[in-house]
């Protein structure tokens, strides 16, 4: 009989968001090869006063602005109040990437205004959700896999050993300690979670330090166990001559965002190689820098080969990928970058910034490491990597993924906590 693993996302996983807990329904899939995997997710959607507060400012255009219509702000509190008046608590189940999914869903009537509070409603929901689903229907799990972004579900994971003697782990890959976004109140939650786990997991020497430097102090029972890529770039193999053009292609995959200065490499790509058609720029992702970007795209002139090109699902960014010469990963922050490990996977030799995740995966044989904010540098970089381009080695480069940061790796170190 398989063993059972629940993992637990601090963010939201259903049909309509699978992006908020991508990683961890990655990280379901590479699992269920060997365990029985379900993911139990929170959700607590904005409580009917936010709602009506939003409605308000709507209607009089003050404030925010927020992405909801006026229509749908309406269908949503309507919602909120039935289930607030004949069902509070909602359990939803679905089937994603063949991995089940347990929602449990908690309306609310006002909001919670302190983190406490906040963190206490979330956990709440959570415990009654998984004494509903899990410990009423006697599947036991033999492990709990909680996962940060930013604590919820560490807490959550303590009571549950606490209530029902259920063994947990949690992992931990946010930026938000170096950023100096956590206030000294989140300590004693994050003491909490690390004293009484199995074990805690950090995907990088780097947010272990930053956990380390918040708490002042050391954290001693871990391992470090990077976030695997998904199963589709471990299990296509490498064929080298597929690439279906004759420039030198430069790929760039992120949210677009300030933080992953796509703007800089558009501004540096144009410095290095003055729009020559010989050399094509792809830009992958969506977020709130899409038409800043088109625009200056078209204001330098660099419409022929610098392509934006939005929102691809894995299957295409593989495909990118394997069409693509060099991956460039600029970001002035980082945890790790999954973005990486996926490029390195693909063969590509890799230009990206010392900013927390890329040099504890880099080598000479790999790409090329440069500072932050540096245009000159990343410029240099471009045209380095293209000189010396046939000094990297395509198969030692996806090997060294492949041993490193795939799915068999993975699931040995997972194999190890269930012993």
């Avoid at 607030?84 to 309306?107: D, L, T």
């Amino acid at each position: 009989m398989k063993k059972r693993i629940c993992i637990i996302p601090s963010g939201v996983l259903n049909p309509d968001n699978t992006i908020e807990s991508d990683f961890e329904l990655t990280q379901s899939v590479i699992l269920s090869k060997l365990y029985e995997v379900t993911i139990f997710t929170v959700n607590c959607p904005p409580a009917l006063y936010v709602l009506i507060k939003m409605l308000i400012k709507k209607f009089l255009n003050i404030g925010e602005k927020n992405k909801l219509n006026f229509k749908n702000l309406i269908k949503q509190l309507i919602k909120t109040l039935f289930f607030y008046i004949f069902k509070r608590y909602r359990i939803k189940k679905y089937i994603i990437r063949n991995i089940k999914v347990v929602e449990i869903i908690n309306y609310s009537l006002l909001n919670q205004k302190t983190f406490d509070k906040n963190i206490n409603r979330w956990v709440l929901s959570g415990i009654k959700g998984f004494k509903k689903y899990f410990i009423d229907n006697c599947i036991i799990p033999d492990l709990v896999m909680s996962h940060g972004r930013f604590l919820k579900a560490g807490v959550l994971a303590y009571e549950i050993k606490r209530r029902f003697g259920i063994d947990y782990t949690y992992t931990e890959y946010v930026t938000l300690y170096r950023e100096g976004k956590v206030t000294d109140r989140s300590k004693k939650y994050l003491e909490l979670i690390l004293n009484n786990s199995k074990m805690n997991i950090f995907i990088s020497e780097g947010i272990k330090k930053d956990v380390e430097d918040f708490l002042k102090k050391t954290v001693n029972h871990y391992k470090i166990i990077p976030l695997p890529m998904d199963l589709m770039f471990d299990e296509k193999s490498l064929n080298i001559n597929k690439k279906s053009t004759n420039s030198f292609v430069f790929t760039n995959i992120g949210y677009l965002t300030e933080r992953k200065r796509q703007k800089l490499l558009i501004n540096a790509f144009y410095k290095a190689f003055n729009g020559d058609n010989g050399f094509i720029l792809n830009i992958v992702g969506s977020g709130e820098l899409y038409s800043e970007l088109n625009n200056l795209v078209n204001a330098l002139k660099l419409n022929n080969v610098v392509n934006i090109m939005g929102y691809k699902n894995s299957k295409e960014i593989l495909n990118i990928l394997d069409n693509s010469d060099v991956f460039v990963f600029p970001s002035k922050d980082e945890t790790l970058g999954v973005a990486v490990i996926e490029a390195i996977s693909r063969g590509l030799p890799v230009i990206a910034t010392i900013c927390g995740g890329p040099e504890y995966i880099l080598n000479d044989k790999l790409g090329i490491l440069i500072p932050t904010d540096n245009e000159e540098a990343l410029i240099n970089a471009m045209k380095k990597i293209y000189k010396d381009y046939f000094n990297y080695d395509k198969f030692y480069i996806r090997n060294f993924a492949l041993n490193n940061y795939g799915s068999k790796v993975f699931i040995e170190k997972i194999q190890n906590l269930l012993k």
